[in-house]
């Protein structure tokens, strides 16, 4: 891409063209570059993540949300973590923001073609996912069937209702959610998600599952997908590190000898035990 | 082949003068405190040019500063966000840099380049001429002939000066040292078969002369092949006092931090300096989550990348045996520490 002197660390500006409250800590952004060339040069895949620039608050790595099938918005959901995040939230619809990107390996959406996908997210780890699903959708022919499992903390915290209320009405995907507690009129599973493991019957040689969310939560479901009987080649996730410059120079998302920001953040759980993640597997 | 020219001693001020017309002349200084370190002549005679004394830093913060700006911000809630870098390139000449410190800089030159250019190391790169000083007599600390980054270096250089009493070998590497002698030619005379044989001599006597005896290539065996036993670590870490001292110090180490600096509630610059991955906080996420156990673990990547990740994927480690986090750290967690460890000795 030109422009910027192709300074690595310059960002793009962009504007939010619309903000949806997905619960009382996840928005999600729609957003466009200020720079009508630069949107229609953009290009990403699932699984990449951007550098977002908030003014005073300085960066942070977040997830593409959109998918590259439809083109037009780029979207970002973003949890209220700390400063920059909780800077982000208090944006408006028409308000500028900056971007530079996008970055990471993705999810490898090649070799996932013609096999059955399991998504198993926790929270706002259903972000990069919702990216991956909504591509497969649009792409059916080319994926087997889709089943999501999604863990949220309470009724009030189950975010993307919109997409999940679409995707319930696709006949090739099959949605589960749960709740960690119960609330008034809630009809779905209760526990963590890895209860609604149990509650499936993949066909392991034909499935590969795509899993994200709080690190505790991987753990648990690539420990428990690994004992179900799915290959480690075919378990694939997205991990999350302090990350400063994201191209691989600064070294904070660094993991033994790998560095997050560019190696991942998708690996598979082969990956993951050949770097011998002690947190994680 | 290197070409060899010899520089009389009484010529070299003249020839700093000289290039101090077309570049700011940086060299190791004694300030008055009697501490030797790298900075910028604004007269020769009223610095003191100090080659026999180890700098105790590197030239690393004239190519990466401590901080520096990446460029200014101007937000405008609806309008614009717009981003000024303004490049700063001076011209400048580095005399005197030993071979360790030169060996950081090649290392540097990958580390900078290779996932992505950083425009900000190599807008003051590209303006660099190095005139390297090979070292006759190492310092304590020093272990460069274990890191093979010195104590002479073949190639890097522009130019590489030998010390031979009266008189200094010249050695040109890189084009820009070529063209040096080039313009200024009336400051340098034909080499003499004496002059090549006391360069050899003072060469031999140099290897000799090293009081560290570190096992490095030894250690980098032992990483290869076995993970280190945990109480290592442990052991060191706990020493650790989280000052940075090593790192800042260290003429390869370039972890950084990338920060924004309000001046207005709509404007600020965005700031990069320098970090190290032994603090607590190098890793720790949002919420407060850390990957890594800080206390019982926080000087392991600082060892590992230099002399095991460094080795696979440079086939070299990053190490250059300048010998700076021996002097420097006062839990006694430096490089030897740690390599006399991985080889099994106290
Ligand atoms: C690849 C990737 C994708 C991501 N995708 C998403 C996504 O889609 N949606 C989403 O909501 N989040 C996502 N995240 C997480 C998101 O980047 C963080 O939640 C965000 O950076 C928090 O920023 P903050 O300023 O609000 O938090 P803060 O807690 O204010 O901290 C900002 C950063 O500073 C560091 N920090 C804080 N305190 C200290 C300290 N005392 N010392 C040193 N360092 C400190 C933290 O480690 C943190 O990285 C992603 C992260 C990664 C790596
Ligand atoms: S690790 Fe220590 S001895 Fe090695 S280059 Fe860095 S400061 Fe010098």
């Not at chain 2, 850390?290 to 392991?300: D, Q, Y």
Request: proline share 5%.
């Amino acid at each position: 891409m030109k422009g910027n002197n192709e300074n690595i660390y310059l960002p793009y500006p962009a504007r939010i063209v619309r903000i949806v409250e997905e619960n009382n800590q996840i928005k999600t952004f729609s957003l466009t570059f200020t720079d009508p060339l630069r949107n229609e040069s953009f290009e990403y895949s699932p699984g990449q993540f951007m550098m977002v620039s908030i003014p005073n608050y300085g960066e942070a790595p977040i997830s593409i949300a959109s998918s590259p099938s439809r083109p037009g918005s780029l979207e970002v959901s973003v949890r209220k973590a700390g400063a920059l995040t909780t800077a982000m939230h208090a944006m408006n619809e028409g308000e500028i923001l900056a971007l530079r990107g996008p970055y990471g390996k993705p999810f490898p959406m090649k070799s996932l073609e013609g096999r059955d996908l399991l998504f198993v997210a926790g929270g706002i780890g259903l972000a990069p996912l919702r990216s991956v699903i909504n591509f497969c959708l649009d792409k059916k022919k080319d994926f087997g069937s889709i089943t999501l499992l999604y863990g949220s903390r309470s009724p009030e915290d189950v975010a993307f209702q919109s997409d999940i209320k679409c995707w319930q009405e696709e006949e090739s995907m099959e949605c589960l959610l749960t709740v960690d507690t119960t609330g008034p009129g809630w009809l779905g599973n209760i526990g963590v998600v890895t209860t609604l493991l149990g509650r499936i019957t993949p066909n392991f040689a034909r499935t590969s599952a795509l899993v994200c969310g709080p690190s505790l939560m991987i753990r648990f479901v690539l420990a428990e997908l690994s004992r179900m009987g799915f290959s480690d080649e075919n378990i694939i996730t997205t991990l999350e590190r302090h990350m400063k410059c994201g191209v691989g120079i600064c070294r904070h998302c660094y993991m033994d000898n790998t560095l997050v920001c560019v190696d991942g953040p998708v690996f598979s759980l082969a990956q993951l035990r050949i770097m011998q993640d002690t947190e994680l597997c | 082949m290197n070409d060899h020219y010899i520089l009389k001693k009484d010529h070299l001020n003249s020839l700093l003068r000289r290039l101090m017309k077309e570049y700011r002349l940086v060299a190791p200084t004694k300030n008055p405190h009697g501490d030797t370190l790298f900075s910028i002549i604004d007269s020769i005679e009223q610095a003191h040019i100090d080659l026999a004394s180890q700098p105790q830093g590197s030239i690393k913060p004239f190519l990466f500063p401590q901080q520096e700006v990446l460029f200014d911000y101007e937000h405008s809630a609806t309008i614009d966000y717009h981003f000024e870098h303004t490049p700063d390139s001076i011209p400048t000449a580095f005399f005197g840099v030993r071979s360790c410190d030169l060996s950081a800089v090649l290392y540097m030159d990958v580390i900078f380049s290779q996932k992505k250019r950083d425009p900000y190391y190599f807008e003051k790169r590209n303006e660099a001429i190095i005139i390297s000083l090979a070292c006759n007599e190492p310092f304590a600390n020093c272990f460069c002939n274990a890191t093979k980054t010195g104590p002479f270096l073949e190639y890097g250089f522009d130019l590489q000066l030998t010390d031979l009493n009266d008189r200094f070998m010249v050695e040109t590497g890189r084009a820009k040292g070529c063209e040096i002698v080039k313009r200024f030619q009336h400051f340098f005379e034909p080499v003499e078969e004496r002059d090549s044989k006391a360069q050899y001599q003072a060469f031999l006597e140099a290897r000799s002369h090293f009081k560290q005896q570190v096992h490095v290539e030894q250690a980098i065996k032992r990483l290869a092949r076995e993970p280190i036993p945990e109480e290592i670590w442990e052991s060191l870490s706990l020493r650790c006092q989280d000052c940075g001292g090593c790192a800042y110090l260290c003429p390869t180490c370039t972890c950084f931090t990338i920060t924004d600096l309000a001046t207005s509630a709509s404007s600020g610059r965005r700031i990069r300096s320098w970090d190290a991955c032994t603090f607590s906080g190098f890793t720790r996420m949002a919420g407060g989550h850390n990957p890594i156990n800080s206390r019982t673990h926080s000087i392991k990547q600082r060892f590992l990348h230099k002399l095991k990740y460094d080795v696979q994927e440079h086939g070299r480690p990053s190490c250059v045996g300048c010998g700076r986090c021996v002097g420097i750290c006062f839990g006694g967690v430096d490089i030897i520490r740690f390599i006399n460890k991985a080889c099994g000795q106290n």
